[in-house]
Nanobody, 125 residues
Framework: QVQLVESGGGLVQPGGSLTLSCAAS????????IGWFRQAPGKEREGVIC???????YAADSVKGRFAISRDTGKNTVYLQMNSLKPEDTSVYYC???????????????????WGQGTQVTVSS
């Protein structure tokens, strides 16, 4: 019954901000790592940012300083806060989860076994 549902995508102008949500059901966040990934047409899916079960975060260089990940354990929801958006951030964004066995999270797609359906983010004037 593990399920991840992304929401919050849409059209935003360059320099703008957007927050995506990943609502989790069927598991409890405290035991899982959560990663955000994105994939543009014709490109490989890439890791964006992740949070470990104990709250440690790791971000890809391309988004460091602009994106942040947070969680609300009461709502069992993880958020992706995106600021200073650029056209190259345009992608389908996915959240993913994996049962955690350590304190660190990873940005490799192979490290996750549950995936949401994705939400489209388009950055354009």
């Amino acid at each position: 019954q593990v399920q991840l549902v992304e929401s919050g995508g849409g059209l935003v102008q360059p320099g703008g901000s957007l927050t995506l949500s990943c609502a989790a059901s069927g598991f409890i966040l405290r035991y899982y790592n959560i990663g955000w990934f994105r994939q543009a047409p014709g490109k490989e899916r890439e890791g964006v940012i992740c949070i470990s079960s104990d709250g440690h975060t790791y971000a890809a260089d391309s988004v460091k300083g602009r994106f942040a990940i947070s969680r609300d354990t009461g709502k069992n929801t993880v958020y992706l806060q995106m600021n200073s958006l650029k056209p190259e951030d345009t992608s389908v964004y996915y959240c993913a989860s994996i049962l955690a066995y350590g304190s660190l999270c990873h940005l490799e797609t192979s490290a996750y076994n549950y995936w949401g359906q994705g939400t489209q983010v388009t950055v354009s004037s």
